[in-house]
């Protein structure tokens, strides 16, 4: 090797890029979670509490502390979330993904147990005052990060009780809603002022409330329930599967009679279908597409099955039949999947001349939510509100959540983070924090799982089957024992940063590493850039990929 290669330190024999250094990557979990949660970081705290100086109650405390930073409805996202981040995780191949959503309920129950609150506002009170539109998850997340940064937030919420689809359609059996509202009031006890029965649009102008506020946030969601367009729809005996679930939770009577017919495919029509068995009614559930498309998650799918729901496949209203006002008997037109539509997905074309008829007390239509823009002049029409990536409308307009587009809780609390972010930051005059430079991501191909022991992964308990029924709003999933979420926390193998292991510390010839006298989460060891010879054992040996050639490359 030449001294002359430019990449060559002066003095030493290996070049430049063949010696290690340390680099954090972006593990795929956090890369697959919409709210970019930092879980190696949280479980971290947890596996490490022992290099850490930390006793058991200290690590769940500061793992608690370092989750909410991002999502302050952890014990809540940690019971509804699809949970995407599990889907990549680096451990599935070798004895199943780590179960990420339940430590997360896990650290969110922990948190309501030991009523730990959320980061106080910065001392320093801002002049500029923050409106919020809404109390969805969307907002609640804006809220939070607005008042955590010194500005006078105020929701206004057009329903009594904060919280949107959360507390106004997601059923008990899933969601307690003392755990919502534990987790709910943290956020107004920061303070947060809270308005509710106003509707803005219809009780006060948006553009009054625009006057008032130096930044006004809309996190109004997806109120409206998109209608089926069938003959009989209108009437007694027709709801949408929104309006029958916020009913329900509102302890308002339903009365939906002996037969009931769900219609729809996603998590609505599987609630609704799930909460009309828990009110004694023979449910039918009519999917246009067969089970392979169905957007609701499987496992719901599943516990609908186990309570007795019937699934039709391939099969959509046609008609909804009525002796005079009453509701009889829904037509139903068998389907069959034709070519791909525009998203690849295949159409659902009738099948000529096969029609039959189902007995129906009730139908509960739940195909699709949109936008309800009463009184808004801004938005004309049903449509959903456009913005830049970060939620920007304007200087002093921004949005997030389901106004934007339908998704799920999570995604609602990162665009409302986001919003927050970008919009102090402009307010500020400085960088917002998701502009700056992120991390790599992790090469999956640089971890070793056979490094780790094999450990099993650490399931929830759920309630016996037999008592789904029969406590209709009793929660079926139940929380990780401490036991089983200090296990599960060391089963997450730390991708792309350094938990401590020693192996490059012990196996260096050159005694590269020296170990930190400070050490911290992800800071255990210095590597001395002048003492490598270049020999790649510590890439080699590095379980977690977080050493790697200068030029970026694993062994
Ligand atoms: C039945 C059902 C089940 C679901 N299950 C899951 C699940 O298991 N997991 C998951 O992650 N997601 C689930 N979701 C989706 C999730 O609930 C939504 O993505 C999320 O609530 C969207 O949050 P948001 O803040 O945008 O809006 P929302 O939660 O809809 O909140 C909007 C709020 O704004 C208020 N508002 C609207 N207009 C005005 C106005 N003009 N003035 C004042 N206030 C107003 C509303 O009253 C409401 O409180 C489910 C949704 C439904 C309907
Ligand atoms: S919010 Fe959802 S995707 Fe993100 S860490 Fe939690 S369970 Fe995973
Ligand atoms: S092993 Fe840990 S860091 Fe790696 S993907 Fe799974 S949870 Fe994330
Ligand atoms: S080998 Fe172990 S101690 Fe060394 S950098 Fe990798 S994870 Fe850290």
């Not at 106003?198 to 006060?204: A, K, S, T």
């Given at each position: 090797m030449s001294h002359d290669d430019p990449r060559a330190a002066p003095g030493l024999e290996q070049p430049f890029w063949t010696r290690a250094r340390q680099q954090e990557k972006t593990p795929p979990c956090q890369a697959q979670c919409p709210n970019s949660g930092d879980i190696r970081g949280w479980l971290g705290i947890i596996a490490q509490r022992d290099k850490l100086g930390l006793s058991l109650e200290e690590a769940y405390d500061r793992a608690w502390e370092r989750l909410v930073q991002l999502n302050p409805l952890p014990a809540t996202i940690g019971r509804i979330c699809p949970h995407p981040c599990e889907s990549r995780c680096s451990r599935e191949a070798k004895d199943g993904a780590v179960a990420i959503n339940a430590m997360e309920r896990f650290l969110g129950d922990w948190g309501i147990s030991r009523k730990l609150s959320l980061p106080r506002p910065e001392a320093l009170r801002r002049e500029e005052s923050i409106g919020v539109i809404g109390s969805g998850p969307a907002s609640l997340s804006f809220a939070y990060q607005m008042a955590r940064r010194g500005y006078l937030t105020t929701v206004y919420e057009k329903r009594d009780l904060p919280g949107g689809m959360l507390r106004h359609a997601i059923p008990d059996y899933r969601l307690p809603r003392d755990v919502l509202d534990a987790e709910i009031q943290r956020i107004f006890d920061l303070p947060v002022a809270l308005a509710t029965g106003?509707?803005?649009?219809?009780?006060?102008p948006l553009e009054d409330l625009r006057q008032s506020h130096a930044v006004l946030f809309l996190g109004m969601g997806a109120q409206s329930a998109r209608r089926?367009?069938?003959?009989?729809?209108?009437?007694?005996g027709v709801l949408s599967g929104i309006e029958y679930l916020t009913r329900r939770k509102l302890g308002a009577g339903t009365g939906l009679g002996q037969h009931v017919i769900v219609i729809g495919g996603g998590n609505t029509a599987i609630d609704a279908a799930r909460s009309a068995r828990r009110d004694g009614a023979e449910v039918t559930l009519l999917y246009r597409r067969s089970l392979e498309e169905m957007p609701a998650e499987a496992g719901e799918v599943e516990d609908a099955l186990a309570e007795g729901v019937r699934f039709e496949f391939l099969a959509a209203p046609s008609e909804i039949l009525r002796d005079g006002a009453t509701v009889t008997a829904v037509e139903v037109q068998r389907m069959r999947l034709g070519e791909a539509d525009e998203q690849g997905r295949q159409r659902p074309l009738p099948i000529p001349g096969e029609v039959y008829t189902l007995p129906a007390d009730t139908v509960l239509v739940a195909v699709s939510q949109e936008p309800a823009w009463r009184g808004l002049g801004m938005v004309r029409g049903r449509k959903w509100l456009h913005t830049e990536e970060d939620g920007k409308i304007a200087d002093d307009l921004w949005a997030g959540g389901d106004d934007r587009g339908p998704g799920i809780a999570s995604r609602a609390i990162a665009q409302g983070r986001l919003a927050a972010e970008a919009a102090h930051a402009r307010l500020r005059g400085e960088t917002a924090l998701h502009r700056q430079a992120s991390r790599p991501a992790l090469d999956p191909a640089s971890v070793k799982p056979d490094y780790y022991p094999g450990l099993a992964r650490g399931n929830i308990a759920r309630r016996p089957q037999e008592q789904w029924l029969a406590e209709p709003e009793a929660e079926i999933n139940q929380t990780l024992s401490s036991e089983q979420a200090c296990q599960e926390a060391t089963r997450c193998l730390s991708c792309g940063l350094c938990f401590g292991c020693q192996q490059c510390f012990m196996y260096c010839n050159a005694a590269g590493f020296t170990q930190f006298e400070d050490a911290g989460q992800g800071h255990y060891f210095a590597l001395a850039l002048e003492a490598c010879e270049g020999c790649g054992k510590c890439i080699e040996l590095c379980p977690c990929g977080y050493l790697e050639s200068r030029d970026g490359t694993a062994w």
């Open positions: 106003v509707e803005i649009g219809p009780d006060l089926l367009g069938v003959a009989g729809e209108d009437g007694r």
